[in-house]
């Protein structure tokens, strides 16, 4: 995905989890514009948490009617314990595929796998 495809997305407020790799570093944000957000992730014009701790794929979004609710669902999963985190998304994407691919992203390489 370019950038000037991300400007011609429809806004609507998202809560997103992005991950550095299955189980790993996890990122909760909320935006207006999934698109826009991941190819600013993935270009790395964010700095800050996720840039620091690649946490560039989605594994998780949930779409809102309105961003208040959408502000409302981020901070409380911001608060929640890890493993309630990690079994919302195992629930619903138990292989930790990079779902930004069905919202027209290029695939990232595969995940590094870690020595034993």
């Known amino acids: 995905m370019n950038a000037a ?15 550095s790799q299955p189980r790993g570093t996890l990122y909760i944000g909320v935006t207006s514009n999934i698109e826009r957000r991941i190819f600013q992730h993935r270009a790395k014009t964010i700095k800050g948490f996720s840039a620091r701790y690649a946490t560039y794929r989605l594994v998780r979004y949930e779409m809102f009617e309105d961003m208040t609710n959408a502000i409302k669902r981020e901070k409380q999963l911001k608060n929640w314990h890890r493993d ?8 619903q ?24």
């Open 5 to 19: 495809n991300t400007n011609i997305m429809t806004k609507q407020p998202c809560v997103y989890v992005l991950t």
């Open 84 to 91: 309630w985190k990690l079994n919302l998304i195992e629930t």
């Open 93 to 116: 994407n138990p292989h930790w595929d990079d779902l930004a691919i069905g919202l027209g992203f290029d695939p990232l390489p595969p995940y590094k796998k870690s020595s034993p």
